[in-house]
Each structure stands twice: as C-alpha cells, then as structure tokens.
C-alpha cells in the first residue's frame, strides 16, 4: 500500500510520514526540502522523497505522482509568516485539493481511493448545519476578510463535499479538523467527534499534531475507521487526563 503526501515536511506532515513509515506502509513525499525530515527518515527504503513545490509541478506530473498510490493525504498549510499569509498562492490549499482530485479520477483504478484533507475546525461542515451564534458569524466575517489561509481551507473542504460529494466513483474523502494545534513529543489520549463540541473561536480546545498524525494514519491504513469517517469532517481533541490520576 503506497500513500502520497502533500506538505510532508510540514509540522504535521513529517509526522505523518514518520507513522506510516512505522507502520510498515510506501509513503511516496512531495517536499521542497528535506530539512524537517530525519535522517532515519530520509533514508528509509520505503520512502520516495519527491523534492518540489506542489504548485510548481503540472498536471501531467501530478498524474504521474499519483499513480500507483491507494491514497493521498494533504497537509499543506499557509506559513505563519507575513507573506505565508498575505502572499501568492492564496489558493494554495484549495487548489492543491483540486488538483490532487482531478489527477485521482485521470488514474482511476475502479474502485474509490482515499484522499485525505487536513483543515481546521474553523472550517464548518455545512452539511450538519452546525451552529454558530451571532458572535461567532461576526468574528468568522472578520477573519474571512483579515486571514486569506482560512477562506482558503474553508474552499478545500467545501470542494471535496460539494464537488467531489459523496458517491464519486474514484474518491472517497475526510476532511480532519484539528483544534488549535500544539507539539507533543508522543501520541496521547484524543477523541474524535462530528462536529466541535467547543466554540471554536471563544473556547478553542488543543490537539496535538501527533496526535492528528496517528489519525490521518489510522484513517488511511484501519478500514473500520475509514468506513466510521468517510465523507465527513471530523473533529479532534485531546483529552484531558489531569482527572486520571488517583482514579
């Protein structure tokens, strides 16, 4: 089984290729640079490093990526820097997502294959019509016109469930939204939910980004948890295990 990776130098995607590398799986890695990967990493036989920036390759060699893969996983993000933000390309997500798509459906197997997103549970899933107070509304316009990243990966997740949908016959889909994202050196307890169980905006929760990893790897790798998820836009958060002790 052979994933494609996306952003897998970034925080996230480096420890995404770490996981599926311990699990045994083909991880085939598009990077700029092999900086943030280790050196284990880097050297591991089970690993392809393709070093480019995504939106500098064409579609024919996107194609040629792509075949051969069971599954993609996007990790791609804006960085946090001035330009990462207000910089070209502002699209950068949403159209990683599309093209990733359209090369899918130009190699298809006959049967779907897994493309899995990682977003932010800024992102509504609005086939659940989940709610927002006025408040909330206010403050997402706000960001909407302050933060071009999260229209961005607002219109990511808004094309694999609109766009592709929900019975397309060379893609199946989840969409993983991570709250507010820290380092950890190790997995720890998290849950996963539907939709957010905290304010995402006035009382945002904490979620490792191993922790999203182990996921995004179990989503890829377990069927059972792929068939729980598919075409959803599930949430994650760690658990709090300060009450653990003593019990």
């Not at 690993?47 to 791609?76: M, N």
């Not at 207000?86 to 159209?95: F, K, S």
């Not at 539907?194 to 979620?207: E, L, Q, V």
């Not at 182990?214 to 948890?225: C, E, K, N, R, Y």
């Amino acid at each position: 089984m052979t994933t494609l990776i996306v952003g897998a130098s970034g925080a996230t995607g480096r420890l995404l290729v770490e996981q599926l590398l311990h699990r045994g799986q083909h991880v085939k890695a598009i990077v700029r640079s092999t900086d943030g990967l280790l050196e284990s990493v880097r050297s591991n036989p089970r690993l392809t490093l393709i070093l480019a920036s995504l939106p500098d390759l064409s579609d024919t060699e996107i194609i040629q990526h792509i075949r051969g893969c069971d599954a993609v996983a996007s990790c791609l993000g804006h960085n946090l820097s001035l330009m990462g933000i207000y910089g070209h390309p502002r699209r950068l997500v949403t159209d990683a997502t599309r093209r990733l798509c359209q090369a899918l459906k130009a190699t298809g197997t006959g049967e779907p294959r897994k493309f899995v997103l990682m977003n932010t549970t800024g992102s509504s899933n609005r086939d659940l019509r989940e709610p927002r107070s006025i408040g909330d509304r206010l403050v997402i316009g706000l960001i909407r016109r302050l933060l071009p990243p999260f229209v961005d990966n607002e219109r990511a997740a808004d094309y694999l469930r609109s766009q592709v949908g929900q019975n397309n016959e060379a893609i199946e889909w989840v969409t993983v939204r991570p709250d507010s994202l820290i380092n950890e050196d190790k997995v720890t307890p998290y849950e996963v939910v539907a939709s957010p169980t905290r304010n995402p905006i006035f009382d945002s929760g904490k979620t490792s980004r191993i922790n999203v990893a182990h996921f995004m790897a179990d989503l890829i790798m377990d069927d059972d948890v792929w068939k729980q998820w598919k075409g959803q836009m599930p949430v994650l958060y760690n658990k709090d295990t300060s009450q653990r002790a003593g019990s």
